[in-house]
């Protein structure tokens, strides 16, 4: 059968270069004539495309749905073999990545408001993608009508064939897999209604997801899920799960007194616990799914291999490794950093203060499974605590006591100039450059509390794998009471620069539970206070307050 494949031309857009993880521009940018189509054709003439097969997904938001017709046009023209593509376009960041190792896809492309799946592309990929982007002359595409993506089952395109998948069925089956469901069902069901959940979407992908496992699965009423209709504008919101943009959940745990409080983000990679009055932080939550490993069937059967965090988040977790005897290791910014040392079989475990946590299960991070995690834990450890409920609160408590306690807490400057974020960066690196900083003594006017300087680096990591190197990946700067302050620059804002702030101050189990909560908590604020005032971030931000701020609450 001969198919009509119309030729294109096209020029060069500037500055499709793949970020952090994917190309991040506004949807009215990928709306240009040509634009999405450039980028498409750029990422088919970078891999070998005849006869592969490619998974199509994304969190449903505005433009996915023309766009996925867009890539079937332009994939089928250039002889992709074959599409799997989520119901009505949609498969959550850890479905993909499930689905493109299970089917031994070639790859995905994922339309969200994040990343690209499977483990994400590293530059080794995406700077080809970009070169090519630069010379792009023309795009082929198919001449077909669009195709019904409502309807499950397998399909002819032109050449291609399409096979439009359930975006759930695989993803439950994979958790099934991992965690003890039977144990949580039980644990859910013996402790209604004392202990309630509650799960909110934010209006992203993870709707049809969170309603077949705490509903369908657990056996948990509707009330349990909030959020869960995946909407093309997220409902208005901004689906990040962090204590400013998830106030719908904050809010209706306070309120219903609701022990187990979680969300994720839009595409479902990244997660948020929250339990009345605790909120757990990401560093604590890798942390603490990490030290009670064995209780997941997934870890128990198959050990655990390695540990690993992002650089800026707390050491919380290198306690963990050091006391079970584990390799650990810090990487940068980026989950791409830690798929190397998975595929190596060095890394179970891993999490980036950034609200991602996950395992090796996939090649990405994964909301559902830490909130699964979470839920398993509980549930195992209740198992042994007949007269008490042990919830959230209690195991961040028991957490603390054993291994002492990170404060963190990081700032966020959104669309910031970049003149002024550069600025700042500059006067780091000269202060780096000359010493300056050294040995200096800070004090906090609002506490009086006084901070040295021990030192100031520019982290950059050496992959043990495949030895390539990663320079300036955030400058940070240490105190000799074991503070550490970190500024970088994110790779995934999509307008003017953003500027992140972290600050992290441990205090030792031994300083005893008071100063485990509240006062320790001030120190943080008055180091946060120094952070500010060595960094000069105010005067070359020109901001007083940050966007978002993510911190350690003290817990009752
Ligand atoms: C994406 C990546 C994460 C990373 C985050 C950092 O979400 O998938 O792995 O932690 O970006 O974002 P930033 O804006 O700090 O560069
Ligand atoms: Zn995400």
Redesign the pocket.
């Known amino acids: 059968m001969s198919f009509k494949i119309e030729e294109v031309q096209t020029k060069p857009f500037d500055g499709q270069k793949p970020g952090?993880?994917g190309l991040r521009k506004r949807v009215k940018i990928f709306q240009q004539e040509h634009y999405t189509e450039n980028f498409i054709q750029s990422i088919l003439d970078s891999i070998q495309v005849k006869d592969s097969t490619l998974v199509i997904g994304g969190d449903g938001r505005f433009f996915s749905p023309e766009t996925v017709q867009t890539i079937l046009k332009i994939g089928s023209a250039n002889g992709v073999g074959k599409f799997i593509v989520g119901k009505d376009s949609i498969l959550s960041t850890p479905a993909a990545s499930n689905i493109i190792r299970k089917y031994k896809a070639t790859g995905g492309i994922l339309l969200t408001a994040?990343?690209n799946p499977g483990g994400?592309a590293p530059e080794s990929i995406t700077n080809p993608i970009y070169e090519k982007t630069k010379a792009i002359k023309s795009y082929k595409v198919l001449e077909a009508p669009p195709l019904d993506l409502s309807k499950i089952g397998e399909y002819s395109y032109g050449p291609s064939k399409v096979s439009i998948i359930d975006s759930v069925a695989d993803y439950t089956i994979l958790l099934k897999s991992i965690f003890d469901f039977p144990l949580i069902k039980k644990f859910l069901d013996e402790h209604r209604p004392d202990f309630q959940v509650l799960f909110d979407g934010l209006n992203g992908v993870t709707g049809p997801y969170a309603r077949a496992l705490f509903v369908e699965s657990f056996g948990l009423p509707e009330s349990s899920i909030q959020n869960c209709v995946p909407l093309p504008d997220f409902g208005g919101g901004h689906p990040d799960p962090n204590l400013t943009y998830a106030h719908t959940l904050v809010e209706a745990v306070e309120e219903k007194g609701i022990q187990f409080g979680a969300a994720s983000d839009g595409d479902g990679d990244r997660n948020m616990i929250y339990g009345k009055g605790a909120f757990v932080t990401p560093s604590d939550s890798v942390a603490i799914i990490a030290h009670w490993a064995d209780t997941i069937p997934y870890f128990k059967e198959g050990g655990v291999k390695g540990l690993a965090r992002?650089m800026p988040t707390s050491k919380a977790i290198d306690l963990v490794a050091q006391k079970k005897g584990l390799e650990y290791f810090e990487v940068p910014?980026?989950?791409k950093f830690f798929g190397n040392l998975m595929d190596a079989g060095r890394l179970s475990i891993c999490g980036?203060e950034?609200f991602?946590t996950g395992s090796d299960h996939i090649r990405e991070?994964d909301g559902l499974w830490a909130v699964i995690a979470w839920l398993n834990i509980i549930a195992a450890v209740n198992k042994d605590s007949p007269n008490k409920l042990i919830g959230i609160n209690d195991l961040l408590n028991e957490f603390y006591s054993l291994y002492g306690r990170s404060f963190f807490s990081r700032y966020d400057y959104e669309e910031v100039s970049s003149e002024g974020a550069h600025k700042l960066v500059d006067h780091l690196n000269e202060a780096l450059k000359s010493g300056s900083l050294n040995k200096t003594v800070h004090t906090a006017t609002s506490s009086s509390t006084t901070f040295e300087v021990s030192g100031l680096y520019d982290f950059e990591y050496k992959d043990p794998i495949d030895h390539s190197l990663s320079k300036n990946q955030g400058q940070v700067i240490t105190f000799s009471d074991g503070s550490r302050v970190v500024f970088?620059l994110?790779?995934?804002?999509s307008q003017g620069a953003?500027v992140?702030m972290y600050v992290e101050r441990y205090v030792a189990a031994d300083a005893g539970a008071s100063a485990l909560s509240k006062p320790a908590a001030e120190g943080l604020q008055s180091l946060i206070e120094v952070a500010l005032k060595i960094s000069k971030l105010k005067e070359f931000l020109g901001r007083e307050e940050p966007t978002v701020i993510t911190v350690s609450l003290p817990i009752c």
Do not use: F, I, L, Q
Request: aromatic share 4%; proline share 5%; glycine share 20%.
């Open positions: 952090t993880s994040s990343h994400p992002s910014t980026g989950w980036e950034s991602g991070k970088r994110s790779g995934t804002g953003t992140r």
